[in-house]
């Protein structure tokens, strides 16, 4: 079973193409979740692939982003608190449509919480920067990579664009959350190459078959988009963490969360 601290600041929210994930106000799912989120337009390479060349497909896209993948350590914790708070809560997290402004106020996450979280065994926070490169507008680039905010000719190597966090719950079992993105930086397929990244890591280093979320039901945009990329609803559902103040303000009294799962074999 999850903590309910996990049910919080590990649900899926995500972050990109918002995560490219969705985004902007809440959109209430009214009876059978699977339903509202729409019918499956899936591109097969969003769902699932052999695992023999994941590994390297994955590290082409990240390319293709202009990002570098890495484990978070604690000296990371301010940057990924920040990233994490920016991306869903408060008004700056309006700019992307992951915000969870509309539903939840207070904070999605805190420096002790990241702490916890990168001190869980079986658990590794994937941070992901960005590569050596100059703003588009300036005088050089990394080929194929976004162009990212900022003035002409800014250097922008090394600034935080999205983070995962990836756990083994065993038997072939990997769960995703705290799934986020720059909100500047949504829409721009950041969020698909994180999420391959994240497959890849958890099918290349704990031999998963299948990966795991949660999402708040009323986050029906972010259902459907996860649907396209291959995930599906189980039917199950899990309570919201009412009453505890470290996980948010709910700002109505029906929130929980739906559980979605992927195969990857």
Known sequence: MRSEKEAVAGSAGAGGETAETPGGGSVEVVGNPAEAAGGPAREASERTEPSTGRAASAAARLRAAGLEMAPAGPADVPELVALVQSAYRGDASRAGWTTEADLLGG???????AREMLAEEGTVVLLFRAAREVNAAGAAGTAGA??????????????LRACVQLADRGNGLAYFGTFAVQPGNQGTGI?????????????????AGRMRMTVIRQRAELIAYYRRRGFELTGETEPFPYGQEQFGLPQRDDLEFVVLEKPLD
């Open 107 to 113: 904070q999605r996450m805190d420096a002790g919480m």
């Open 146 to 159: 976004v162009s990212v905010p900022g003035a002409a000719g800014e250097d922008v190597s090394g600034a």
């Open 191 to 207: 969020g698909s190459a994180v999420m391959a990244a994240a497959e890849a890591h958890v099918v290349e280093q704990w031999g």
